[in-house]
T-cell receptor
């Protein structure tokens, strides 16, 4: 069984400031981890994914995330926020083994960027 | 760029009515999913579909729900007798293969049951 906890349902940052969105997971098997972004009135777009290769994963739009097994975390960061980053961000987990292909999502974090 | 498309974007229906939500997965994908998100809650897995049959389903996916691939391109979710608590955003997704690490999501259908 897997679960995801995203700390903070709403995060506000100033334009140019560091973005840090937190995600902790639990999984009974080695996990695959994902960050998805949802812009208003759009679907879920994959930002980046961890699939047991490098623990520091780089994604689109300057985002990256680091898998830390000891902390069961997969926090999303971006050094400098842009106005266009305002969206809702979802962390998700699935098992890496056979027979567990469904994604388990967190509740999402809405990111606001203040000019 | 190939994308998953869902229709309609918003559907309003009366309680007790049947609704069909439609999805066109990416053309060479073989594995299909439905997820839903009740307002303010998590995105939840409903069902996955492969080789013309259900592969996995969650506890939410009870007898009022069914899925079908009626032709080579569409993938549908039917809710037989809608309840107020079925109001949610429904997302369709597809992936190339069962073991693909990435699922591609559509933009969602917002279902409102009144």
């Amino acid at each position: 069984a897997q679960s995801v906890t995203q700390l903070g349902s709403h995060v506000s940052v100033s334009e140019g400031a560091l973005v840090l969105l937190r995600c902790n997971y639990s999984s009974s098997v080695p996990p695959y981890l994902f960050w998805y972004v949802q812009y208003p009135n759009q679907g879920l777009q994959l930002l980046l994914k961890y699939t047991s290769a490098a623990t520091l994963v780089k994604g689109i739009n300057g985002f990256e995330a680091e898998f830390k097994k000891s902390e069961t975390s997969f926090h999303l960061t971006k050094p400098s926020a842009h106005m266009s980053d305002a969206a809702e961000y979802f962390c998700a987990v699935r098992g890496s083994g056979a027979g567990s292909y469904q994604l388990t999502f967190g509740k999402g974090t809405k990111l606001s960027v203040i000019p | 760029e190939p994308e998953v498309t869902q229709t309609p974007s918003h559907q309003v229906t009366q309680m007790g009515q049947e609704v069909i939500l439609r999805c066109v997965p990416i053309s060479n994908h073989l594995y299909f999913y439905w997820y839903r998100q009740i307002l303010g809650q998590k995105v939840e897995f409903l069902v996955s579909f492969y080789n013309n049959e259900i592969s996995e389903k969650s506890e939410i996916f009870d007898d009022q729900f069914s899925v079908e691939r009626p032709d080579g391109s569409n993938f549908t979710l039917k809710i037989r007798s809608t309840k107020l608590e079925d109001s949610a955003m429904y997302f369709c997704a597809s992936s190339e293969a069962k073991t693909s690490t990435e699922a591609f999501f559509g933009q969602g259908t917002r279902l409102t049951v009144v």
